[in-house]
């Protein structure tokens, strides 16, 4: 095991963000790299890049040299240098998002600063999105989008799940505000794949709806989203997609000098607070960052009544060092998270006062997360065929306890301790024979989890993954291009016992004559991941594309061995020793037809997995006769069974965008999903997101904007019996924008109020449950409405 964390951290992690094309807060400047000692030399080329209409300076805007292969990013004024050139001719090309591109020849040596307008051509952009392709190629061949800085801002929310939602395919995952995740395509959990900046986050995230993705939203830079099976380059776990998450904790791109930026969300409905303030300090090849941000809200407040114990406070503090000299890009970043958060627990225990009756509880349950995480990446620019390196690794521990507040060592109810190593390195090369650009890529993914306390309902795990990987496209004429790619991957895993699952656990937990010992597992599993895309684009206005690819998700050693009661999520889970590996087989294709005033996308998908694993809730009054190794102190906890099913997941997204006038956009989007036991039932799939659709309008102008979405949900009773079915709404948003850019400094500000008119409704992906009927108990569950209006306040500066 040495050897291989050695290997490990040897092929530390690629950097997928360096490709990113983004928008910045602060000036920034590409590391000047390249590949070859063409169009090297002394000279230095630069100039502005203005918008043709207004003259306004583009921020961000990328502008890449060739021969020469060396690149900047415009700062706050517009302005652009690229040194490091040689004399004679070049060829420059200028992207920014919602612009045409443009590409401008030019001599050196030049004795005047170069000024480039660009027009706006927003519905043309073609933006990379490196989750997607690590080439950097903007070619694709599934469903992927990408949200900038900006964006993000305008979505700012109490979670990454709550940001995202209602998002074409995507949905939210709710239990109370804190825990929100996303939901892709109905897939959730284990099935989506969240990475920080490319690298798996090493928290507990995905195993239950009470846990929290550990990164704060405030203090993303960029967001990508992959809809469909994503195994090919991210293995187990990513068969329904992936959520890549940027920051810019190491620095990648800067100016000499300070710069920095400051961000500031309230809300109402919450009383939600959150800040974050940063600064960058940076040589030439040198810079160095920090940040610190903090977040703390109350509890959420439907139109009647508070859903109690739904608070949250959290802390993030993040240093960070970047280098860039030559060919050579490297940096490192460390950070401390820590989130406490409340959860909405409710459980029927007897009335002593009346026999017979039940009472429903509110415990004061809270989970307490404490992150440390260390990131590191380099990026070399190489000679031969072989032209480029990326590796990078990450590193974390986290500590999640679940239970009351403050309780003394001995009454911790539950502690999950989690120590992670994730890393990549890829090999880039250039175009040969019938194929382009491509990349040769391995990684190597360890877990080690001990589970403690006197709730510890499931053991421990030894994970060690072991992965080759390669991604390659093959041009076939100027319109088609096909994708091929394969991956091999090994995993090994074992359990890590505990007071409860011991093959000589003390009798006074565990009842012997109830419950076998638990002898552990040691087990390996071997997968294969691959796809085969088509890229066509028979005109400018058209592009079709299509992907079959198969992928995989290992089962948890939770899923198999979960016996007993779970705080934090209010309920039993009982695991299926016998579960196996799920495979899956998807097709998703799309069809995006753009002009200067429409742009229409349309994707469809289809999905069979195999050993589909799925929850089944048990009779509340049957399910307290089984006999738990753990066991639960509610005497009708709400109870639920892992098993496995073959399954079918189908539906679709489409949206539309009309520029009405120069101004002013309306927009439409619609998305929906069925999944269905694929076995003698033909029951549905728990936890499907209900038919959707969303209109909208949106007027923007020199520095502001103002719109308008109506969002129109469907009911959902297309459901298991064992599952709450919900009714249809329809929910109003109004939100506008203000920016202020002076000579060195951005101001922006904007204001949303969500449920305009504060309806009652409830979202059938919430697992928040009450009990409505004191003598039935949890046999009568039902849900908490939603949150009522909310108005939002969202301030960022960057100098």
């Known amino acids: ?132 392709a690590p080439t950097g190629s903007n070619v694709n061949y599934q469903s992927a989008q990408a949200y900038t800085v900006n964006e993000l801002a305008a979505r700012a929310n109490l979670s990454l799940g709550d940001m995202l939602d209602g998002e074409p395919g995507l949905s939210s995952r709710s239990f109370g505000g804190g825990p929100s995740r996303p939901v892709i395509r109905g897939f959730d ?113 439907t139109p009647d009544e508070t859903i109690p114990n739904t608070r949250l406070d959290s802390y993030t503090a993040s240093i960070g060092w970047g280098y860039n ?59 031969g065929f072989f032209d480029e390196l990326e590796l990078r690794a990450s590193f974390s521990y986290s500590d999640q306890e679940e239970g009351e507040p403050d309780p003394l060592p001995e009454e911790l109810e539950l502690e999950i301790q989690t120590t992670t190593l994730s890393s990549t390195g890829l090999l880039m090369h250039r175009p040969f024979f019938i194929f382009d650009r491509g990349v040769i890529g391995t990684s190597v993914h360890y877990r080690y989890q001990e589970v403690d306390g006197i709730e510890a309902y499931h053991p421990g795990e030894d994970i060690f993954n072991l992965a080759l990987f390669t991604f390659q496209e093959i041009p076939i004429g100027r319109r088609l291009s096909l994708q091929l790619g394969a991956r ?7 359990t890590v016992e505990n007071r409860f699952f011991t093959p000589n656990p003390d009798p006074d937990l565990v009842n012997l004559e109830e419950v076998p010992p638990f002898d552990g597992l040691t087990d390996e599993a071997f997968n294969f991941a691959g796809s085969i895309g088509l890229n066509f684009r028979p005109t400018r206005e058209i592009e079709i594309g299509m992907q079959v690819a198969r992928a995989h998700r290992n089962t948890t050693i939770l899923e198999r061995y979960a016996d007993g009661w779970h705080a934090g999520a209010t309920r039993v889970e009982l695991g299926d020793p016998t579960l196996t590996s799920e495979s899956g087989l998807g097709l998703d294709a799309f069809f995006q037809y753009t002009t200067n005033r429409w742009q229409f996308e349309a994707s469809g998908f289809y999905n069979r997995i195999n050993d589909y694993v799925a929850l089944l809730t048990l009779d509340p009054l049957e399910a307290v006769e089984i006999p738990y190794r753990v066991r639960a102190d509610r005497e009708f906890p709400n109870t639920v069974q892992f098993f496995a099913t073959d399954a079918l997941m189908l539906g679709f997204e489409a949206q539309m965008h009309y520029l009405i006038t120069e101004n002013l956009a309306a927009s439409l989007t619609a998305d929906y999903v069925r999944g269905t036991r694929d076995d003698e039932t033909n029951d549905p799939l728990p936890f499907i997101p209900p038919f959707r659709t969303t209109l909208g309008l949106k007027y923007e102008v020199n520095n502001w904007n103002i719109g308008a979405q109506y969002r129109l949900v469907s009911s959902q009773t297309r459901v298991p019996d064992d599952e ?76």
Request: net charge negative.
């Open 325 to 383: 000299r030559g060919n050579t890009r490297m940096g490192l970043s460390a950070r401390y998270y820590q989130n406490h958060y409340g959860i909405p627990e409710f459980a029927a225990v007897s009335d002593p006062d009346n026999p017979g009756m039940f009472i429903e509880e509110e415990p004061d349950m809270e989970i307490r997360i404490f992150r440390y995480n260390v990131q590191g990446y380099l990026n070399q620019k190489m000679d």
């Open 1 to 132: 095991m040495g050897i291989c964390l050695m290997l490990a951290f040897l092929t530390i992690e690629w950097a997928a963000a360096s490709s990113l094309t983004t928008e910045h807060f602060s000036v920034k400047k590409v590391a000047e790299y390249t590949s070859n000692d063409e169009g090297k030399g002394t000279l230095e080329i630069s100039g502005r890049v203005l918008d043709a209409e207004t003259g306004e300076p583009l921020i961000g805007a990328n502008v890449f040299a060739t021969p020469a292969r060396q690149g900047a990013t415009t700062n706050l004024d517009g302005e652009f240098r690229i040194d490091g050139l040689a004399e004679g001719s070049h060829e420059l090309s200028f992207t920014y998002l919602g612009y045409a591109s443009k590409i401008v020849e030019i001599n050196l040596p030049m004795s005047e600063e170069l000024t480039v307008e660009m027009i706006s051509d927003f519905f043309r952009t073609r933006e990379v999105i490196v989750t997607a």
């Open 189 to 301: 959990g284990e099935r989506v794949v969240v990475l920080e900046n490319g690298e798996r986050m090493g928290d507990i995230q995905s195993t239950a709806p009470d846990h929290a993705i550990t990164l704060d939203p405030l203090g993303l830079n960029r967001v990508e989203v992959v809809r469909g099976p994503a195994s090919l380059l991210y293995g187990s776990s990513a068969l329904g997609g992936v959520v890549n998450l940027f920051t810019e904790d190491a620095p990648r791109q800067w100016d000499r000098g300070l710069s920095g930026g400051a961000a500031f969300h309230g809300a109402t409905n919450n009383n939600l607070l959150s800040g974050s303030a940063g600064l960058v300090y940076a040589t030439e090849n040198h810079a160095v960052a920090g940040r610190f941000l903090y977040r703390t809200a109350g509890d959420g407040q």
């Open 488 to 494: 091999f991957e090994q995993e090994w895993t074992s």
């Open 724 to 799: 709450l079915p919900t009714d249809g709404y329809g929910i109003a948003r109004v939100e506008g924008g203000y920016q202020i850019r002076g000579d060195d400094s951005v101001h922006s500000f904007n204001i949303r109020v969500d449920n305009l008119f504060n309806a009652n409704y409830t979202d059938h992906m919430s697992v928040v449950r009450r009990f409505k009927d004191p003598q039935l108990g949890p046999a009568s569950p039902s849900r908490f409405d939603m949150p009522g209006i909310n108005f939002n306040l969202i301030y960022r500066y960057s100098f």
